[in-house]
T-cell receptor
Framework: EAQVTQNPRYLITVTGKKLTVTCSQNMNHEYMSWYRQDPGLGLRQIYYSMNVEVTDKGDVPEGYKVSRKEKRNFPLILESPSPNQTSLYFC?????????????FGSGTQLSVL | AQRVTQPEKLLSVFKGAPVELKCNYSYSGSPELFWYVQYSRQRLQLLLRHISRESIKGFTADLNKGETSFHLKKPFAQEEDSAMYYCALSGGGYNKLIFGAGTRLAVHP
């Protein structure tokens, strides 16, 4: 089944403890992106990638890192998480990133930073 | 600055009533606009996009550049339409996709 898979679904951690949220797609998509969803703010883009080794900042990149070493994987890294990064995170992918294609979303990762 | 505004957090209607979910945007160029929907316990998914001028599940949306709006409409709401709806804007592709805060549609029997 074609899909975007995120892990874990739920994560509770403490301030300063490095963590990684994984994202994988099996559709050979070039474009991948990370969003965070907060009440009253909708979804905000953190980082995106147009292809392997090509990444760029979205609207709220501070405190996050990403890497795109392989086409299928786009992990989100929080080197030193803080409570203001408590949020619901979504990964998404599309074939090449144009607006003519569907954007496929993962099921989300609920992160709580204590 | 690019911005998407969805003025209603919650829209509550009865089954069979018309629905209009409002979306206004601010963008200096030619935007690409989308509506995404998130049903309970499901992933966010594309509902429709203005470039396709399509009607999905009875929903339509027309881009009004004069009023900078992209309202989502359906003439007769169904209970299964209950969901969270997000309007989104892009300046070209998904590179910088900006979402509104979302409107929860509740359709009552």
């Amino acid at each position: 089944e074609a899909q975007v898979t995120q892990n874990p679904r739920y994560l509770i951690t403490v301030t300063g403890k490095k963590l990684t949220v994984t994202c994988s797609q099996n559709m050979n998509h070039e474009y991948m992106s990370w969003y965070r969803q907060d009440p009253g703010l909708g979804l905000r883009q953190i980082y995106y990638s147009m292809n392997v080794e090509v990444t760029d900042k979205g609207d709220v990149p501070e405190g996050y890192k990403v890497s795109r070493k392989e086409k299928r994987n786009f992990p989100l890294i929080l080197e030193s998480p803080s409570p203001n990064q408590t949020s619901l995170y979504f990964c998404a992918s599309s074939l090449s990133g144009t607006g003519y294609e569907k954007l496929f979303f993962g099921s989300g990762t609920q992160l709580s930073v204590l | 600055a690019q911005r998407v505004t969805q003025p209603e957090k919650l829209l509550s209607v009865f089954k069979g009533a018309p629905v209009e979910l409002k979306c206004n945007y601010s963008y200096s160029g030619s935007p690409e606009l989308f509506w995404y929907v998130q049903y309970s316990r499901q992933r966010l998914q594309l509902l429709l996009r203005h470039i396709s001028r399509e009607s999905i599940k009875g929903f339509t949306a027309d881009l009004n550049k004069g009023e900078t709006s992209f309202h989502l409409k359906k003439p007769f709401a169904q209970e299964e339409d209950s969901a969270m709806y997000y309007c989104a804007l892009s300046g070209g592709g998904y590179n910088k996709l900006i979402f509104g805060a979302g409107t929860r549609l509740a359709v009552h029997p």
